[in-house]
């Protein structure tokens, strides 16, 4: 569970642009491919972001590895939407109550699209960032409170202690007799000791860290930055190239006449 | 750069000193009177409930908040800390003096701030808003004092050791050039070697620095020759001053010896009395039955008198389950592999190896609670009585009666919120055995804290009651994880005689340890396992050739 969210080791090119222009064009990218359930846009976009994998250091089973949780439930999604969706155009399949259309179909298969083209940005995005980074460059660029920044950055070390820690409660406690079988009632009531065992933990751990954090001086008014974030023309090709894939995405789709902006639909 | 020879050694001054945490009733310290010159080295002794790690909270600046709100109203009560008399460094509140003083605390794990060992180390500075260049020099030189300048800065703080975790800490405190070094138990928590480790660390850094000391800690050799003055405090009173005795180590401890001892600190040369084991087991009489402990790879060579009772196979053990990329399972890299063991009935067995050898992992897959990697672990018909041959598989309330496993912290344990409903516990899911749980009451001295929430107990109380509870339930095989990390000399007596008398009456007795006085104690015999190898194509194969016993 400890393992890394960042690529071990990694020396892509986009490890080396600012956190903050990955993270805004995340943020463009999302928004736009949000605004419109269609395949054309969401196919243009993962195009683009398939393309541009290599850049961030990924490779197709790398990204699989991490990824896989967010595209099967895109694949699960687009799924329930084909079967379930209001049937319009020819009938392809009739089961019962499901049945799949050529509507449907084509709504199933733009959410499916688009979860994977939202999805993909973000998993980017983890593999060639290193949360210190980015919380440098919230700090340092986007201006947030240092203290809140660097006070989530030092809890999310300790997300990974207490992913062990309910381990050990889980051990610890079936040593005692607690076990994980009978009736759902009891497993719910194990589980909730469990759930009470570990939240006095985080908060002890929580505490001490505080205690740590505050001793070293933090907290004040004034502080400098070891690391600088700055910064560069790479930058600026990061941005544009996601303004570019945007644009190109909403055009296509625009053309193709698949356009349909969900939020205005009613 | 000598910059950091240019520390000044900070002076602390209490006058009358007391404090009240929020909440309490009474005050954790009471009039402290103490004066401590510039560059002075002391290691503060005493009970616990004397105040010490209140004493150095407040100097570190960090205790309680002298809420605003709550004085605007006028009336404090008990919800409210309170303090009084007057704490000072360099003549100033500790709260006024930010970065004077550098605390370091016993659990490594929140002792690490940052992801990457160079931030760890350069947080501090920059809250004292250190120039960015400046900052790095401080960092290479902290890193260097503490002996981990061979790491390279992005070097992960996950993959530190326990002592190199308090190192760093070290470092990070270094590096803000305090002149003032709180250390709190920061021992207490590693191994023999990480103590080591980190004692010498300290002492390099303040013959460099000059800065003063003030060290808490039981373990009175670790840091008597570092120090040149001991003061011990008692819980204070009204009429009675908090500090009961101040001076040289040599005169406080010839002083003050019988009264230390009575009140379990480790002095020098001193190892509490204990019972002497009288079964043939235990005794070393019956020829073959004990190995001598130390002697490599005892276990499961010597035939013995016990029963057997539990058994390992060729075991590969890991904390991890199998992990799942896409489709596909990933078995975990085993931390040991290959590791025989045998466990009998009034025998124990001693398992020891450097830190990350599997040792607690090892114990864990042995009493049933992590499923084995590779390898087996067999319980025979003696134990089973009907419930399988694998522990891994039984039902809780099957293996409690079975095999009890008291982990090294004892609140990840704890099931209610009352000490005889926790002891309680394993007899009721039983059905049986609530007659046992007066005579452990009395035998481990919880008679008088039946009601207390166990939560609230002194580390010594809590480490008897989780041995207690899990006895409760009458299991055959105990097995202990480190049973003694940061008990002081008179819990330590209790454990150990309870446990050789355990073994007396046939119960078999596995502890992870790495206490060689506590194993003497025990006797039977000892599982060295090797150190683990962390070559990356060991990661890779999943291969990881642990020696075990050879």
């Excluded at chain 1, 259309?101 to 709504?107: F, I, M, T």
């Excluded at chain 2, 004077?100 to 160079?118: H, I, N, W, Y």
Aim: charged share 20%; with cysteine.
């Amino acid at each position: 569970m400890r393992q890394s969210l960042t690529l071990q080791a990694n020396h892509a090119l986009l490890t080396r642009a600012n956190p903050l222009a990955k993270f805004a064009v995340v943020m463009l990218l999302t928004v736009v491919l949000a605004l419109s359930i269609d395949w054309v846009s969401a196919s243009v976009a993962l195009a683009f972001e398939l393309l541009l994998f290599p850049l961030a250091g990924l490779t197709v089973s790398l990204l699989w590895q991490r990824g896989w949780p967010l595209i099967l439930a895109a694949a699960l999604g687009g799924w329930s939407t084909s079967i379930l969706a209001p049937d319009t155009g020819r009938i392809l399949l009739d089961v019962g109550i499901w049945s799949i259309s050529e509507g449907s179909l084509e709504l199933g298969l733009g959410f499916l699209l688009r979860g994977v083209a939202i999805a993909l940005p973000a998993v980017l995005l983890m593999s060639c960032t290193d949360p210190t980074d980015l919380a440098d460059a919230l700090a340092q660029k986007a201006k947030l409170p240092h203290r809140f920044v660097l006070g989530t950055l030092a809890a999310m070390r300790l997300v990974g202690l207490m992913a062990e820690e309910w381990q050990t409660i889980g051990m610890a406690r079936r040593a005692r007799g607690v076990g994980s079988h009978g009736s759902p009632a009891q497993r719910l009531r194990a589980t909730l000791g469990q759930s009470f065992g570990l939240l006095v933990q985080a908060v002890r751990r929580a505490s001490r860290l505080a205690v740590t954090m505050e001793a070293r001086g933090f907290g004040g008014a004034q502080r400098t930055w070891a690391r600088e974030s700055t910064f560069s023309t790479l930058d600026i090709w990061v941005v544009l190239g996601g303004v570019l894939v945007a644009a190109v995405a909403v055009t296509a789709a625009v053309s193709a006449g698949t356009w349909n902006m969900v939020f205005l639909e009613q | 750069m000598t910059a950091s020879h240019n520390v000044r050694p900070a002076a602390v001054t209490a006058l009358g000193w007391g404090w009240r945490h929020a909440g309490r009733s009474l005050p954790a310290v009471r009039g402290l009177d103490l004066d401590i010159r510039p560059g002075e080295r002391v290691l503060l002794l005493g009970p616990s409930g004397a105040g010490k790690s209140t004493l150095l909270h407040a100097l570190a600046g960090v205790l309680g908040d002298s809420d605003a709100g709550a004085h605007h109203e006028g009336t404090p009560d008990a919800e409210d800390s309170d303090e009084t008399g007057t704490l000072l460094i360099d003549g100033a509140p500790p709260r006024a003096r930010r970065g004077r003083a550098g605390l370091m605390q016993q659990d490594p794990e929140t002792q690490v701030v940052l992801s990457r060992v160079g931030d760890d180390v350069a947080f501090g500075a920059e809250n004292l808003a250190v120039p960015r260049a400046d900052i790095w020099t401080r960092v290479g030189e902290a890193l260097d004092d503490v002996g981990l300048a061979h790491l390279p800065l992005d070097h992960p703080t996950s993959a530190l050791s326990g002592g190199q975790k308090q190192r760093l800490a070290l470092a990070g405190i270094l590096a803000m050039r305090p002149g003032l070094l709180l250390l709190d138990e920061p021992t207490a928590n590693l191994d023999p070697a990480g103590v080591l480790e980190v004692r010498d660390a300290v002492g390099r850094c303040l013959d460099k620095t000059g800065a003063t000391l003030v060290v808490v800690e039981h373990r009175v050799g670790v840091w008597k020759d570092l120090v040149d003055r001991i003061v011990v405090l008692q819980p204070g009173s009204a009429t009675e001053s908090a500090v009961l005795l101040d001076g040289p180590p040599d005169q406080v401890l010839a002083q003050a010896r019988d009264m230390l001892v009575a009140a379990g600190v480790w002095v020098p040369g001193y190892v509490p009395a204990t019972r002497t084991r009288t079964a043939a087991a235990g005794a070393g009489g019956a020829a073959g039955t004990r190995g001598p402990a130390g002697a490599p790879g005892a276990a499961g060579a010597v035939p013995a008198a016990g029963n057997l009772l539990l058994a390992a196979e060729d075991l590969a053990v890991s904390r991890e389950r199998p992990r799942r990329r896409g489709f596909k399972a990933i078995p975990p890299v085993p931390v040991q592999s290959g590791v025989t063991a045998q466990v009998r009935a009034g025998q124990a067995l001693t398992i020891t190896g450097p830190n990350g050898s599997g040792k607690s992992t090892f114990a864990l897959t042995l009493a049933g609670l992590l499923q084995p990697v590779a390898g087996r672990v067999s319980a025979t018909v003696d134990l089973s009585e009907g419930a399988g041959i694998d522990p891994y598989k039984w039902k809780a309330e099957q293996l409690i009666s079975r095999i009890g496993t008291v982990f090294q912290e004892p609140e990840h344990q704890f099931v209610t919120g009352r000490v005889l409903d926790e002891l309680m516990f394993g007899p009721r899911h039983l059905g049986h055995g609530e007659e046992r749980v007066d005579e452990l009451l009395e035998r481990l001295r919880l008679t008088k804290l039946v009601d207390a929430n166990p939560y609230t107990l002194s580390g010594g109380e809590k480490r008897r009651l989780s041995v207690a509870t899990v006895l409760a339930a009458h299991p055959r095989v105990l097995i202990l994880d480190e049973p003694t990390f940061g008990q002081d000399a008179n819990t330590w007596a209790e454990l150990a005689s309870f446990l050789s008398e355990l073994l007396d009456a046939g119960t078999a007795v596995v502890s992870v340890t790495h206490d060689q006085e506590f194993s003497d104690v025990l006797g039977g015999t000892e599982l060295k396992l090797g150190a683990p190898e962390l070559k990356p194509a060991a990661r890779e194969t999943g291969l990881n050739p642990g020696v075990a016993a050879p």
